[in-house]
Every structure is written in C-alpha cells, then in structure tokens.
C-alpha cells in the first residue's frame, strides 16, 4: 500500500535514508519537507505493516521533480521501485504537470535502469554535481514527458 508520509513514519524513513546514501538527509531535512516545503508531496510504501520505500515529489506548476526516492536494500529487486515511480507519475499528472525531472549519480546504475525503464531518458550532465567528503561526483539529468 502506498500512502501519505506521516510525521510517525520517520524513524522508520530515516533508517531506509541511512542505509541508502552515503550523503543521506537528516531527520531536519524531511521535517522541513513536511512542515515547510509547499512544493513536497510525501508517499510511503508500507509492506507487512512496515514502511519499506518512500518518494519526495516537488509539484511546482508544470514540472514535478523526483527530490528522493528509495527502497530499504532488503526489499531491492522486487519491483518495489517500480511501483513507487508508478505511483509518483500518477501523481504528476494529477497535479497537471507536463514533465518529470531529477538527478541521479552517475555511478547509480539500478536507479538509472529504473528511470530508463520508466520512460525517462538522459538530456544532460552536470559536472561535479554530488559533492561528499571532499570527492566530486556528476549526475545526469534526466526528463520524461507526461
Ligand atoms: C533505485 C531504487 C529505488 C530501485 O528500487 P527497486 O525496488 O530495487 O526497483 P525495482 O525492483 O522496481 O527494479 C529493480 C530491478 O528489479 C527487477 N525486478 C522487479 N521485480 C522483480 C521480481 N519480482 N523478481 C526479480 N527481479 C525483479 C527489475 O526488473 C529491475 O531489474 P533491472 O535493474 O535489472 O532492470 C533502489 O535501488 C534504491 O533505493 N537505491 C538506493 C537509493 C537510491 O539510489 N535512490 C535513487 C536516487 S536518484
């Protein structure tokens, strides 16, 4: 079941945050996406009553950007992805949105599987986009119609 992110849910989505990024947001990070970000819509994918996968969606008229999206490692590669970019469309749409954005690492080769999967095709690079611990990273912007 995919439903709104409670403000209860967010132990369990920072334990998924944590465990999927090296530069992962803190807890401050989603407060401020709950309580202050008009733009972020917030789903959680509950299975066996835990939160397993989440998505941050900024609606901002007519382009939606996927800010976060992801699926605690013991759950990967079961689909569980796919169903949230499902989801996340379905919800551009409803909100009249035309395309859907983000940024991915370039080395994030699942993810990026995922995305082409999902329609979205790369239309740029940017440079040194992810910067951790002293280290450079690019990412690839990629777009997909709606
Ligand atoms: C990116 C991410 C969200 C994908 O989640 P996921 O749940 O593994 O995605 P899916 O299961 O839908 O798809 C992944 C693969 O599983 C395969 N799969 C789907 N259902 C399956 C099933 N029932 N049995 C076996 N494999 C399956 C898919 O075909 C896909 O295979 P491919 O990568 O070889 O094409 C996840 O890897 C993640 O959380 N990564 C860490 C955080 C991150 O990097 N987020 C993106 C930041 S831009």
């Not at 469309?89 to 993810?111: F, H, P, W, Y």
């Not at 999902?118 to 690019?138: A, L, M, R």
Request: contains cysteine; proline residues 2%.
């Amino acid at each position: 079941m995919i439903r709104k992110l409670r403000h209860s849910d967010l132990d369990q989505v920072m334990e998924i945050e944590e465990k999927c990024f090296h530069d992962a947001w803190k807890r401050k990070d989603y407060e401020y996406e709950i309580n202050d970000n008009p733009y972020a819509q917030l789903w959680v994918l509950v299975v066996d009553d835990k939160v397993i996968g989440y998505y941050d969606l900024w609606v901002t008229f007519e382009q939606a950007e996927v800010a976060n999206i992801a699926v605690l490692p013991e759950y990967q590669h079961r689909g569980y992805g796919k169903q949230l970019m499902k989801h996340l469309e379905q919800k551009a749409m409803e909100n009249g949105c035309e395309t859907i954005g983000l940024e991915v690492r370039v080395s994030n080769a699942d993810a990026i599987r995922l995305y082409e999967s999902q329609g979205f095709s790369v239309i740029n690079t940017k440079p040194g986009y992810y910067k951790s611990n002293g280290t450079y990273e690019d990412a690839y912007r990629m777009m997909k119609g709606i």
